[in-house]
């Protein structure tokens, strides 16, 4: 055993912590009390999420399975200056997005299949469609699924692609359709958390038990006078009435302190 404290020091430091404690590894910014504000202390994780297809309502109760596709690039234009060959200019271009894969289990609901046909051209009339487009929002939610942290919304976004599911003898996984969404690129929106609550004193903490005894006082004595009242009792019930909060409120902190 080491005999001096700094040796001591340095095995206790290496202790792993105790058994109630043991969420601290993974989760310190809720554990220390220091950075509860943070934006990760909601532990977010990559099945916390939401889809909102605006103007389809028939989407709302979907559970959806995977979102992918959600990025950008920018493409660069270059430029060979004339008797430079040490290299070539090179300048930001237009953005593109790539197409959104949403991916969810088999339901009754045929709301993916309607929204594709609903661009197909019909009958004998030229070819000419009218593109439904929706904005789609894409939430990123708490680990308790109350709230939103962060949301991606898709502009005038329409199906390209529609994919049904696999059938096999061999397998007995969940059937999943998917949906292909082009669209016009995405904001992104994060969202204000409140601010957590200052840490209250042992004062502030007592102070509001005798305000809670002390209404609970007044009501007692409100019920009696009712009763007394009921009862006939008038001398007892005019006595009850002129006990005052302030009264009770005194008789709260004597017996709290």
């Known amino acids: 055993m080491p005999k001096n404290k700094a040796s001591k020091a340095l095995i206790n430091s290496m202790k792993m912590p105790e058994r109630g404690d043991a969420s601290g590894l993974f989760n310190r910014k809720v554990i220390n009390g220091k950075d509860n504000d943070s934006y990760y202390a909601e532990n977010p994780t990559s099945a916390t999420f939401s889809v909102v297809v ?14 992918s596709g959600l990025s950008f690039t920018v493409s660069v234009v270059e430029h060979q200056e004339g008797g430079e060959n040490g290299f070539v200019h090179k300048f930001p271009g237009p953005l593109s997005f790539p197409n959104i894969t949403l991916t969810r289990g088999v339901t009754p609901n045929d709301g993916f299949h309607e929204w594709i046909k609903s661009i197909e ?12 487009r929706f904005n789609v929002s894409i939430n990123l939610l708490s680990a308790r699924g109350t709230d939103i942290l ?46 957590p609550q200052a840490k209250k004193s042992l004062a502030d903490i007592k102070k509001e038990a005798a305000q809670r005894q002390s209404a609970m006082l007044t009501e007692r004595l409100k019920n009696k006078a009712k009763h007394a009242v009921m009862k006939g009792a008038g001398t007892v019930a005019k006595a009850a009435l002129q006990q005052t909060a302030k009264e009770s409120v005194k008789e709260a902190f004597e017996e709290t302190y």
């Open 150 to 195: 962060r949301t991606w919304t898709l502009r005038d976004a329409f199906p390209v692609s529609w994919t049904g599911p696999s059938f096999t003898a061999s397998s007995d996984s969940y059937l999943t359709e998917q949906l292909v969404l082009a669209h016009h690129g995405f904001t992104v929106e994060t969202k204000e958390r409140p601010k």
């Open 54 to 67: 605006d103007g389809k309502t028939e989407f709302d109760s979907t559970r959806w399975t995977e979102v």
């Open 121 to 132: 051209p019909t009958g004998n009339a030229p070819k000419q469609r009218v593109v439904p």
